[in-house]
């Protein structure tokens, strides 16, 4: 069932039963979930959010049933999860909806990939969108011509989910409006694979962002989906704000070398020209 789909859980929902596993020294019976996280709803013949929940994390690779198919324990990138690690239960989903560290896409979240993907494309320096705005004029966006999504009933489940892999969020100053902004994604990918405090190229940044997250306008699943950039060095609308947003938070710092041979080029609205760089280091949150 595609992740976008009802009934399958919020991602929210999804993660109060991740801590309840994670918590837990041992496997943990169906009936003991359902008791402590839906009191109000123990009739055995009622399919529960915990059944729903459990089997979308065992469709991710993320959970698995133990013995005699009445106890789960997670599995996978959540395996060793401590409780209160929400960034490690993130990075987790989004190595399992993305297809990384050598694994194949999940199949439940193709309706999710092909959302993230036209979102990623638009600009969150100008841009937010509500279900009303998307169904007027972008559900054709879509370099195949066909609709970004298949419903209104996909818009708010699509929200949630890019929210928690921390490739979208809440426009900060319109109500219930959605700014492509990936920021929290880009952070976590540095933060695991940058070592701090260390000047790296540029473009070697662009590529292992690209690599980590690609969904990304020059990442593998957007360009299999017919997004493209003129070249390799031209950053996109959305990863140029997370960088800047980076760089005005002060855990990045980007400068250009005049001398560089292959700058990156970001997008940069107050300017009347890209941007050029050719470093591109991050700071310690100490340090910040």
């Known amino acids: ?73 997670l599995s996978g990138a959540l395996a060793d999860l401590r409780s209160d690690d929400y960034a490690a239960f993130q990075r987790a989903l989004r190595a399992a909806v993305l297809g990384l560290h050598g694994h194949q896409p999940a199949e439940i979240a193709d309706d999710l990939r092909r959302a993230l993907v036209w979102s990623l494309s638009r600009d969150p320096f100008s841009e937010s969108f509500s279900w009303a705005l998307v169904d007027s004029r972008h559900q054709k966006n879509a370099p195949d011509g066909e609709l970004v999504f298949v419903n209104g009933s996909r818009w708010s489940p699509f929200v949630a989910w890019a929210g928690t892999l921390g490739l979208g969020a809440s426009a900060p100053h319109i109500a219930q409006r ?82 560089a041979k292959q700058p990156i080029k970001l997008q940069d609205p107050e300017r009347l020209s890209m941007r050029l760089c050719s470093s591109i280091t991050r700071q310690e949150a100490t340090n910040v």
Request: with cysteine.
């Open 1 to 73: 069932m595609a992740l976008l789909n009802t009934p399958v859980p919020y991602p929210g929902e999804i993660w109060a039963v991740v801590r309840f596993l994670a918590s837990q020294s041992g496997p943990v019976a169906s009936e003991t979930l359902r008791t402590f996280l839906e009191p109000h709803n123990l009739d055995a013949k009622k399919t529960t959010t915990v059944h729903y929940a459990l089997n979308t994390l065992r469709s991710l690779g993320l959970a698995e049933e133990s013995g005699d198919g009445e106890a789960w324990i």
């Open 178 to 259: 959605y700014v492509p902004d990936c920021t929290c994604a880009v952070r976590q990918v540095l933060e695991e694979h940058l070592p701090a405090d260390t000047p790296a190229d540029a473009l070697e940044v662009l590529r292992l962002l690209r690599e980590h997250l690609p969904v990304l306008p020059g990442g593998s699943i957007s360009e299999n989906s017919g997004y493209g950039l003129p070249d390799d060095r031209t950053v996109d609308t959305a990863l140029s704000f997370a960088l800047m947003r980076g760089e005005h938070e002060k855990w990045l710092v980007m400068s250009s070398d005049s001398d």
